[in-house]
């Protein structure tokens, strides 16, 4: 059975920073594009991060330079720091496996707020 799960959420002050895990179990997510997902209440997801299994990465503008995705794969664990935070990064975010275009595996999000 796969299973992704986030943690590393919470409340921070703009500026700030945060580091969120998933670690994945079930599934050899080496192999695998992974990416960070954001969902604020009213809002549609977006793509905040993203990794392929050949290491390489890419970003929105909007957290380009401020946010880094990374993996570690003898821990089967994904990551995401985040630098520089602002109140409209405040969203559920999320840890996305994918396994072809059309399935892919999520975790069940970890609230991030910032906020003064």
């Known amino acids: 059975q796969v299973q992704l799960v986030e943690s590393g959420g919470g409340l921070v002050q703009p500026g700030g920073s945060l580091r969120l895990s998933c670690a994945v179990s079930?599934?050899?997510?080496?192999?695998?594009?992974m990416g960070w997902y954001r969902q604020a209440p009213g809002k549609s997801r977006e793509l905040v991060a993203r990794i392929t299994r050949g290491g390489t990465t890419n970003y929105p503008d909007s957290v380009k330079g401020r946010f880094a995705i990374s993996r570690d794969v003898a821990s089967n664990m994904l990551y995401l720091q985040m630098n520089s935070l602002k109140p409209e990064d405040t969203a559920v975010y999320y840890c996305?496996?994918?396994?072809?275009?059309?399935?892919?595996?999520w975790g069940q999000g970890t609230q991030v707020t910032v906020s003064s």
């Open positions: 996305q496996l994918q396994i072809t275009e059309l399935r892919a595996y």
């Open positions: 079930g599934i050899r997510s080496s192999i695998y594009d």
